[in-house]
């Protein structure tokens, strides 16, 4: 019984370690597992990172594209608006002139010391308004050209600072991608040469292409700036037209008299004044040009109704010599302005030049005198989206970024060796990725429609047209902003091509 047992105890302590060796290679299992799930999560997390930073990058030009746009639409709404001033002051100079003229002496004066029973009922009127202009005239003479060149001064600066800035984003694209792209992977860089490279070239001239400067001053034609700067919204009353009746109190342009000595008994000898004026642009928008006239409706009983020239003057800037297009010799195309504004805002006629005041015919035969602004009156050159765009996307820009291989495992003594070593089987020892992002255009309307956009839009309410007009892209309404787009098959195709000719390159060598 004693054999028996110790037998039986023999046989237990002989078996005891029999489970540590599928133990053992469990966990030698599980160690490679370990090892393979662990470099296979730093590959996969480094391929994140990098398609990340491509984001990054290509979100960063897009936002430069944006804002190139952007920067254009402002300077262009600036220049509407200095461009408005410039008329205006073309106006206020060319209405100056006018007034003073018709307060000077002429001719009328003549006919009424010669008919009237009272020429002091006109005489004295008239110098009282004089004097009363004189400072204003004065005031006006000297500010004026000073506040015209300024103002052309500051579009000129517009102008060129459109022109820099958009060159300016050009060049700059590269490098703020490759910044922000090491800012976040200091690993990472955009792919050396890519933005000149041939694979970027058609993406390149569909970027430089999208947008043109244009230069409206000397030439005929429909053009965008002018359009918007005549339209009847921006200009005022003042420019567009300043016909009225002078013969109002203070009284200063009329006469109720009578003509006795002349006409006899129980005669009348009466004046009326009224006066037409405005300003536009030249057809081939060069400059601004201001026409003011007044007319006297001289009545004499015994002679019967007259027209006397009352005064005129008149105004311009740029670089106009003449309001006649073909001198001495006028057409009715120099009487008509750009933007359907014609005869200087006289509207007793409804054909340029025909039958407009003698005053205003004898005003446009003398020229409108020194340009206020000779150097930068006119419409001077701006960016604007070539030709007519319909889709609201601009040109797409793909950043290529480029990581090399040893630096995308951080533990690098697990990379192991011989048959268990992890391999990135990165092209030419570096990992790159696509990302492709642009500027886009947007301003729904208020339709039902365009609510449900204005909804998935930041402030969108505060922007919207009111008119319930679609708005197609363009560089007067800063409504650019940035997003990311798919990249395309051909540039996928393109970056795999450039890969494998480099790695053959490589295996070459």
């Known amino acids: 019984m004693k054999s028996s047992a110790r037998k039986g105890r023999a046989r237990v302590a002989g078996a005891s370690g029999q489970a540590l060796v599928p133990a053992l290679l469990f966990l030698l299992v599980g160690c490679i597992g370990l090892y393979v799930a662990f ?14 930073t491509a984001d990054a990058a290509a979100y ?8 190139d746009y952007n920067f254009s639409a402002y300077t262009n709404r600036a220049m509407v608006a200095n461009q408005v001033t410039a008329a205006q002051i073309v106006a206020l100079k060319s209405w100056i002139d006018e007034l003073d003229s018709t307060y000077s002496t002429s001719q009328l004066d003549d006919i009424v010391n010669g008919i009237a ?8 009127p008239k110098r009282i308004g004089k004097n009363d202009i004189a400072p204003v005239r004065a005031a006006l003479d000297a500010l004026l050209p000073g506040v015209a060149a300024g103002i052309g001064s500051l579009n000129r600066a517009l102008s060129d600072a459109q022109a820099n800035y958009h060159a300016a984003v050009f060049s700059a694209v590269p490098d ?4 922000i792209a090491q800012q976040n992977q200091p690993d990472t860089r955009v792919t050396a040469g890519y933005f000149i490279s041939d694979r970027n070239a058609a993406q390149l001239a569909a970027w430089s292409s999208y947008t043109a400067t244009v230069t409206p001053a000397g030439s005929l034609g429909q053009d965008n700036f002018a359009d918007v700067v005549t339209d009847q ?5 003042f420019i567009k037209n300043r016909n009225s009746v002078r013969s109002i109190a203070p009284n ?4 109720d008299d009578s003509a006795n000595k002349i006409c006899g008994a129980n005669s009348t000898f009466t004046i009326n004044v009224t006066h037409d004026g405005g300003t536009q642009l030249r057809n081939d928008k060069t400059g601004w040009e201001s026409i003011d006239a007044s007319t006297a409706h001289v009545n004499i009983s015994c002679i019967g109704p007259l027209e006397a020239e009352a005064g005129f003057g008149g105004s311009a800037n740029g670089n106009v010599t003449t309001y006649m297009t073909h001198p001495p010799f006028a057409a009715w195309q120099d009487w008509e302005g750009y933007g359907g504004y014609f005869n200087f805002g006289y509207q007793g006629s409804e054909t340029p030049g025909w039958q407009v005041p003698d005053a205003m015919a004898e005003q446009f035969r003398i020229g409108p005198g020194p340009s206020l602004d000779f150097a930068n009156g006119g419409l001077l050159p701006y960016q604007e989206v070539n030709g007519i765009q319909r889709a609201s996307q601009a040109p797409r820009i793909t950043i290529e970024v480029t990581r090399n291989s040893n630096t995308l495992v951080k533990t690098v003594g697990l990379h192991g060796g011989g048959r268990m070593e992890v391999k990135d089987n990165a092209v030419s020892g570096a990992m790159r990725a696509l990302s492709s992002a642009n500027a886009y255009f947007v301003r729904p309307d208020e339709t039902s ?6 909804g998935g839009l930041v402030n969108a309410n505060q922007w919207a047209r009111a008119d319930r007009k679609t708005e197609y892209p363009s560089l007067f309404s800063p409504y650019w902003q940035a997003t ?3 990249v395309s098959d051909s540039e996928r195709q393109a970056a795999q091509a450039t890969q494998m000719s480099t790695a053959t390159q490589a295996k070459q060598q």
Do not use: C, E, Y
Request: charged letters at 15%; a positive charge.
């Open 176 to 179: 703020t991608a490759d910044a």
């Open 117 to 124: 029973d009272h020429p002091d009922r006109w005489n004295t």
């Open 233 to 237: 919204s921006t200009l005022d009353g």
């Open 484 to 486: 990311l787009a798919p």
């Open 39 to 52: 470099n296979s999560f730093q590959m996969t997390s480094a391929k994140i990172k990098l398609q990340n």
């Open 252 to 255: 200063f342009q009329q006469l």
């Open 449 to 454: 429609f365009g609510r449900s956009i204005i």
């Open 60 to 67: 960063s030009a897009a936002v430069l594209q944006a804002r």
